[in-house]
């Protein structure tokens, strides 16, 4: 199993619709084969700080994340309009 944790900041006035890519971007990732869970989060006191607890597989699961239609065109085109990438980590578990 492979882990991705991922913080996003929405553009001044963008938090709504970083919000509507962001459950789009949900619904669709947890169809995915591979995935165990993808899971939003933002943040209680800066509204524009986002979130992503992402958890595949393997890393082929991710590979097909990231080729999926709706990340290609939403997290890759879209949302780097009205929000920044802040940061990403990858991890594994513990075993």
Do not use: N
Not at 9 to 32: I, N, P
Not at 60 to 72: G, K, M, Q
Not at 83 to 89: I, K, P
Request: glycine share 4%.
């Amino acid at each position: 199993m492979v882990a991705l944790a991922v913080t996003w900041m929405a553009k001044d006035g963008q938090e709504g619709h970083v919000a509507e890519l962001f459950r789009y971007l949900q619904t669709e990732s947890r169809k995915e084969p591979g995935c165990r869970q993808f899971q939003v989060h933002r943040h209680l006191e800066d509204r524009r700080r986002f979130f992503i607890y992402e958890q595949f597989d393997d890393e082929a699961a991710l590979a097909a994340h990231r080729a999926a239609p709706h990340f290609a065109t939403h997290a890759k085109v879209e949302l780097p309009k009205v929000a920044d990438r802040l940061e990403g980590h990858l991890y594994e578990p513990l075993v």
